[in-house]
């Protein structure tokens, strides 16, 4: 049996700027236990959920994902899949994806982004508010925790946390987005220790990575080219990313490194003919 594991947690619309000045012990074990490094989306790519969590997810660009907003029309994820997807269908892997934001996960705006796991998730919000994202972000990381904890064989998981990004785009970026965040951290605490706990889990190897999609104007908002928006992160920790001592330099990251990071991870060779623009973490 294959010990290695992956789990991606995504975390939309968290700005970087605002993380030392917040309680969130849960990302910061990570960060110690790895790194966290900025990502600066490049100047191709709207500074929308859409094309960056493509990205994200499948380990190429807008050039060649073809995902160009929050609709998914026109997209060649055919092509260029999600990991979850390529790793079930192609590698023999078992995957797991779960979040409630609908084109990630069903057959809407041009969905969805997950095309093919292994085993999928959908808990959608009751309404588009920021309290009813909350609840369903409690539901998603409920249901990670309990398939993530069961000791089911999923080689890679991605979970899928929103409530952030909406809190900004209805409240904008004051105490009721930083507490979502916050919130959001507890949620990812929840789910690391359902993998603590996993039966045999001493005898896994775990490689945990959280991202974030972009940032946000002051007032809530993205898509545009300001430093707040462009400015994304990414915090990783398991066998291979050693702590980063303080005051090191991180190699820069890029969105497109984290789906290249998943199969290197699980000691998957990339085969040439999938084009990938990322390339695994440098330790």
Same mark, same amino acid.
């Given at each position: 049996?294959?010990?290695?594991?992956?789990?991606?947690? +995504?975390?939309?619309?968290?700005?970087?700027?605002?993380?030392?000045?917040? #309680? *969130?012990?849960?990302?910061?074990?990570?960060?110690?236990?790895?790194?966290?490094?900025?990502?600066?989306?490049?100047?191709?790519?709207? *500074?929308?959920?859409?094309?960056?969590?493509? *990205?994200?997810?499948?380990?190429?660009?807008?050039?060649?994902?073809?995902?160009?907003?929050?609709? !998914?029309?026109?997209?060649?994820?055919?092509?260029?899949?999600?990991?979850?997807?390529?790793?079930?269908?192609?590698?023999?892997?078992?995957?797991?994806?779960?979040?409630?934001?609908?084109? !990630?996960?069903?057959?809407?705006?041009?969905?969805? $982004?997950?095309?093919?796991?292994?085993?999928?998730?959908?808990?959608?919000?009751?309404?588009? &508010?920021?309290?009813?994202?909350?609840?369903?972000?409690?539901?998603?990381?409920?249901?990670?925790?309990?398939? $993530?904890?069961?000791?089911?064989? $999923?080689?890679? =998981?991605?979970?899928?946390?929103?409530?952030?990004?909406? &809190?900004?785009?209805? %409240?904008?970026?004051?105490?009721?987005?930083?507490? =979502?965040?916050?919130?959001? #951290?507890?949620?990812?605490?929840?789910?690391?220790?359902?993998?603590?706990?996993?039966?045999?889990?001493?005898?896994?190897?775990?490689?945990?990575?959280?991202?974030?999609?972009?940032?946000?104007?002051?007032?809530?908002?993205?898509?545009?080219? =300001?430093?707040?928006?462009?400015?994304?992160?990414?915090?990783?920790?398991?066998?291979? %990313?050693? /702590?980063?001592?303080?005051?090191?330099?991180?190699?820069?990251?890029?969105?497109?490194?984290?789906?290249?990071?998943?199969?290197?991870?699980?000691?998957?060779?990339?085969?040439?003919?999938?084009? !990938? #623009? +990322?390339? /695994?973490?440098?330790?």
């Amino acid at each position: 049996m294959d010990n290695r594991h992956v789990l991606v947690v +995504g975390i939309d619309g968290v700005r970087l700027d605002l993380l030392p000045e917040l #309680d *969130t012990p849960h990302l910061d074990e990570v960060a110690r236990a790895g790194f966290l490094a900025p990502v600066a989306i490049d100047d191709a790519t709207p *500074t929308m959920s859409g094309p960056c969590w493509t *990205t994200v997810v499948t380990g190429v660009g807008v050039a060649k994902h073809g995902v160009w907003g929050n609709r !998914l029309d026109g997209n060649r994820l055919d092509v260029f899949p999600d990991f979850t997807t390529r790793l079930a269908l192609e590698c023999g892997r078992r995957t797991f994806a779960v979040g409630g934001w609908a084109p !990630l996960f069903l057959a809407r705006q041009g969905g969805p $982004l997950f095309t093919a796991p292994s085993r999928l998730g959908f808990i959608a919000p009751r309404e588009d &508010t920021p309290a009813a994202w909350e609840e369903a972000d409690e539901a998603v990381a409920a249901e990670a925790a309990r398939v $993530l904890g069961s000791g089911e064989e $999923l080689h890679a =998981s991605f979970v899928y946390l929103g409530a952030v990004d909406e &809190t900004a785009h209805f %409240l904008g970026c004051g105490q009721e987005y930083r507490r =979502s965040i916050e919130t959001a #951290d507890r949620r990812l605490g929840r789910i690391v220790e359902a993998v603590r706990e996993r039966p045999g889990r001493a005898g896994e190897r775990w490689t945990v990575i959280v991202v974030t999609d972009h940032g946000h104007r002051e007032e809530g908002g993205h898509g545009g080219r =300001s430093e707040r928006e462009r400015t994304a992160w990414v915090a990783a920790c398991g066998p291979g %990313l050693p /702590a980063v001592p303080a005051g090191a330099t991180v190699p820069a990251v890029r969105h497109a490194d984290v789906a290249a990071h998943v199969y290197a991870a699980l000691g998957i060779v990339q085969d040439p003919h999938w084009t !990938l #623009d +990322g390339a /695994a973490f440098t330790a």
